[in-house]
């Protein structure tokens, strides 16, 4: 099966988790498989991965891609979302055990590129956007949401300024012709926010970024993940994310910032940072760079989808 994926910050993210033979890895959106090829290869000869996603297209791809290592048990492959982690870790008996967990947080681009999947706009296909295949589809949610709850998803996850108008329009629309078709949608949108002569992007991009957040309940899963991925690492273990949009970066940022209290400065005034070191005694973590990694202008040239990508990581306290 062809799974075309370039994997993005690749060296900064494996790095970042100081990859060591003998301990254990978590990839919590393992995808085309990417991270975890390089934590496996850092990590020989004795260093384990559980790899973690939820889309049965990219699981097919990781067991045939990792074979040997999922048969010689160094890597351990979970099907489902990376909410589950700590219910996983707990039966394999690695909670707070663990040295590392990195998050690619988004889409693959199979899909994104397979019209099927529902994702884009620029293709046509059933408007679905499901990564697991389970549970709402994009159009359950655009043909049964009220107008309420639609101008609300479209304004808080994507930051949709003309979400009212958009959402009382689907809605007017919607029982003549139910929304059944990425494009149908697109198409619709764009008519509805013609005003929207401000950007190169199609007038649509963010109703599709809000719907896919809302599927996938992606903004939950992230809370979850920062929230339990402490109990789960050992002392000086770390995580890595890496997020796609403003939205999940502010989360991180802020919920990290929250898991280590201030940041620690350097060359402050005796008596300010003794009072800085007090707050951090009663903080969990420390973030290891105060600004994300971007990717290069050389990354993002060879692989244009990385442009928006940020990686952040933070180190669980002794
Ligand atoms: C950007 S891709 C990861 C690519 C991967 N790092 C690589 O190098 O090939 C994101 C992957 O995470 C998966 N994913 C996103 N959210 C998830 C979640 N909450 N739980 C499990 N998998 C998730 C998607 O299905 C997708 O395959």
Redesign the pocket.
Known sequence: MQFK?T??L?HETVVGVRPKSGETYI??????????ALLLELTAPQGRVVA????PY?CAHLKTRFENELKNGRLILKH????QLKLALTELGLSGKVAGIIA?????SP?IDDAERGFSFMNNGPLDMR?SGEGLSAADVVNGESEFELARIFYELGEEVKSRQIARAIVASREARPFLETKQLADFVKSVARWHTDSKKHAATKVFQALRIHV?Q?LG?LATLVHDALDLLKPQGRLAIISFHSLEDRIIKHEFQKLAGRRREKDLPKELAAIINQQNQNTRAEIIKPFPTLPSEAEVKENYRSRSAKLRILEKHL
Request: aromatic residues 6%; negative net charge; charged residues 20%.
């Open positions: 994926h994997t993005v690749l990839d919590c959106t393992a995808g085309g498989g990417g991270h975890t973690f996603d939820r889309d990219a489902g979302p990376f909410s690619d947080i988004g889409v693959s899909q990564m996938n992606e899963e």
